[in-house]
Nanobody
């Protein structure tokens, strides 16, 4: 089946780490944004981290800079998110997304995306 599928969510205490993975089975020829978004109940979906496949530039929300990383060097069929120094406010459902957008739009949730089903991340205080 064509699409995106996340794995690696879970529950860890504050200060811990998690690594999310996304398997991408789309034709991503050309410049695509491959991104992670998250959503908590009552809040809008927000862009967390993204990479543009055309130039491998990465983009991070201010709230996660220095803590979250998209490891580079993976094949285009896989998008990981390494999350360190996790905080309770990082809890939420994390979605993998892909679309043909320019780099500075990789974190914009209002655009049209191909979405995964999401994986739950819970950080306890």
């Amino acid at each position: 089946a064509q699409g995106l599928m996340e794995s690696g969510g879970g529950s860890v205490p504050a200060g811990g780490s998690l690594r999310l993975s996304c398997t991408v089975t789309l034709n991503t020829y050309g410049r695509w944004c491959m991104s992670w978004f998250r959503q908590t109940p009552g809040k809008s979906r927000e862009g967390v981290a993204g990479i543009n496949t055309g130039d491998d530039n990465t983009y991070y929300a201010d709230s996660v800079k220095g803590r979250f990383t998209i490891p580079q060097g993976n094949p285009k069929e896989r998008l990981d998110l390494q999350m360190n120094s996790l905080k309770p406010e990082d809890s939420g459902t994390y979605y993998c997304a892909a679309a043909r957008h320019s780099g500075n739009r990789c974190l914009d949730p209002t655009l049209t995306w191909n979405w995964g089903r999401g994986t739950q991340v819970t950080i306890s205080s």
